[in-house]
């Protein structure tokens, strides 16, 4: 993080680490560290907590393993689209500065 200096840092990821915060129904080691290295660094997260990033299956609850941080941000806007393009992850949009004007959709071609 010290790399970023004052700059904008804005980090998005699935660490694998379950954690109460994220919505999980329990915390991992793992979940408590990267929950300690996002405090100490002094990173916000961006997810809105009832807004879930990805979708439970079978016995499985929604929760949030994709998280985006960020840090000296500014005018960051987060949005859970809730589409899923077949995933049992949903995509998340993030935009820095002011949120673009405009439709800006565009179809988008799977190719396998």
């Known amino acids: 993080m010290n790399i970023a200096g004052d700059n904008q840092l804005v980090i998005g990821g699935d660490p694998n680490a379950p954690h109460t915060q994220w919505r999980y129904g329990h915390s991992s080691k793992k979940g408590e560290n990267v929950a300690d290295l996002i405090e100490k660094a002094g990173l916000a997260i961006l997810n809105e907590p009832a807004s879930l990033a990805r979708i439970g299956v079978g016995p499985h609850r929604d929760t ?6 960020c840090k000296n941000a500014g005018g960051i806007t987060w949005e859970n689209t809730f589409e899923d393009l077949g995933s ?3 995509i998340l ?3 820095l500065g002011n949120p673009p004007t405009g439709n800006f959709k565009r179809t988008i071609r799977r190719v396998d």
């Open 88 to 90: 049992d992850h949903r």
């Open 64 to 69: 949030t393993p994709d998280l985006n941080l």
């Open 93 to 95: 949009s993030i935009a």
